[in-house]
């Protein structure tokens, strides 16, 4: 079933869970059992994110170095199947343009459809590793938009080869990233929205958010899109906070800002044990706060800590 059904159908806030692939080397039963506390607040839906490969060098035995791409967390489509399969949950893999040509994008899609998946959610990705900025793969997409058209354009039956007659129209629902705190490279705010609103004019049918921690943010962020005449669902995007190294990774990471209380409450806590549990009183509030305020769905980044926040859904 598709995300935009999901919400359609729904009487109250829905949660779901994004979760990474296990690392290479790793059985998908480590994923299981991240999943499997969580699976109990029933999830409309479960994303997998994409990890794309990386460039590293690797010191032969002369002392020389080889340059070798490596790929630590493969397998998102796979592991969506594998997911429905197990827990009969509908799936959200995540599907970027860093590293994709049009015709691996193509083949990707297919390969979706195949496996019975209704969502994607289309994203621009990074730049890789050894990059300073993103570059498209040669003959692949510069932005998160131009992936989304091809989406789109499956949707409507049209492939690559446009000698293709009678095809099968997919029916992918489309899901884009929206950024409560403007995205990093986005030289203002009001521009960052004129191309999220050229995203969902292009067909997206929601919008989940980069995390944030100021519900402020995310109704500020509401609010203009509903002026600028974005009107599909806006899904918040949620974190807990759980270590004090947090409180620099996560700006440096993601571009956001935590706010005083919440930093000044983390940086008052002797242990990583005290700051989780800052982290669990934040996130509910937050989490409370947000289904007060009519959200369609609470999107939690469930990376590494399931236990955290299943502690928040039981208590929402
Ligand atoms: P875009 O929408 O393409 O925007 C990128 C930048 O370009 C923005 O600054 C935007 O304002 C600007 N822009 C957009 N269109 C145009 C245009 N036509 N002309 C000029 N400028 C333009 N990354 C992964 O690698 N794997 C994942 O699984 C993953 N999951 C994510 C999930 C969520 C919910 C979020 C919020 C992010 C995720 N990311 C993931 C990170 C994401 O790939 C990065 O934030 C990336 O830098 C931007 O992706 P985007 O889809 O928002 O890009």
Request: proline letters at 5%; charged letters at 25%.
């Amino acid at each position: 079933m598709k995300v935009t059904e999901h919400i359609a159908q729904a009487k109250d806030t829905l949660v779901s869970f994004e979760v990474l692939p296990p690392l290479k080397g790793k059985g998908i039963e480590a994923l299981y059992k991240h999943l499997d506390p969580l699976m109990e607040f029933k999830p409309s839906f479960i994303n997998v994110t994409y990890h794309r490969s990386e460039h590293v060098f690797k010191k032969n035995a002369d002392g020389s170095f080889q340059k070798v791409v490596i790929r630590k967390r493969p397998g998102t489509e796979s592991i969506c199947a594998a997911i429905m399969n197990k827990y009969t949950v509908d799936t959200v893999p995540h599907l970027i343009c860093g590293g994709f040509s049009i015709n691996d994008t193509e083949d990707a899609l297919i390969n979706l459809r195949y496996l019975g998946i209704d969502n994607v959610l289309v994203l621009r990705g990074d730049a890789a590793k050894n990059e300073t900025a993103f570059e498209p793969e040669p003959g692949g997409h510069k932005y998160a938009s131009d992936l989304l058209q091809q989406v789109a354009n499956l949707n409507a039956g049209i492939y690559l080869e446009d000698e293709l007659k009678g095809t099968h129209k997919t029916d992918f629902c489309i899901g884009v990233a929206g950024y409560p705190e403007k995205h990093f490279e986005a030289p203002n705010m009001d521009t960052d929205l004129q191309y999220l609103k050229a995203k969902v004019d292009a067909g997206a049918d929601y919008i989940i958010t980069q995390m944030f921690f100021d519900n402020a943010k995310f109704f500020a962020f509401e609010k203009a899109c509903r002026e600028i005449g974005i009107t599909v669902p806006i899904i918040p995007g949620l974190k807990p906070i759980y270590t004090k190294k947090q409180l620099n990774v996560l700006p440096k990471t993601f571009s956001i800002e935590l706010p005083t209380d919440l930093s000044n409450e983390v940086l008052k806590c002797k242990t990583d044990e005290d700051v989780e549990k800052v982290g669990i009183e934040w996130l509910l509030a937050q989490s409370k706060e947000l289904k007060k305020a009519g959200v369609p769905v609470l999107h939690y980044y469930t990376l590494g800590r399931p236990l955290v926040v299943a502690d928040v859904v039981k208590n929402l």
